[in-house]
């Protein structure tokens, strides 16, 4: 069985938050590896791990993904979390399609978010169907 999936970001939620959220739905353990300075960023640009000199980058199953698409996609796939035919596959892109607006009411900061309590978690849930 191939090791705990490590994923190099900063600390900090961004690009990589999607791929954490999707991890944890999968029930998978992986390790951070933070980036914690220019120099740390570097080092993974000229090893040659960040074909678009770009982070996240998830090493999973001897590959180092990156873009967090086709990270999200592979994920999905390997865990089953794809759905089953052609239908639940169609649910599910509506949905991931629709996180960029979701994301917008997250930020923190962000005047839009909701307020964080029993009502309002009930009212996503109904909404996103979990």
Do not use: C
Not at 21 to 46: I, M, P, Q, T, Y
Not at 47 to 63: K, N, R
């Amino acid at each position: 069985m191939a090791g705990k999936p490590k994923l190099h970001y900063f600390n900090a939620r961004g690009r990589m938050e999607p791929i954490r959220w999707l991890l944890a739905a999968a029930g998978v353990e992986f390790e951070e590896k933070f980036l914690k300075s220019a120099e740390d960023l570097e080092k993974l640009r000229n090893d040659g791990y960040l074909m678009f000199q770009q982070v996240p980058m998830v090493e999973i199953d001897g590959m180092k993904l990156v873009q967090t698409r086709a990270i999200l996609n592979y994920i999905a796939n390997k865990y089953d979390l794809y759905g089953k035919d052609i239908k639940e596959r169609a649910a599910l892109k509506t949905r991931i399609s629709n996180l960029p607006t979701v994301k917008k009411f997250l930020q923190p900061g962000s005047p839009r978010k909701p307020p964080t309590n029993a009502k309002t978690l009930e009212e996503a849930r109904k909404i996103f169907k979990f």
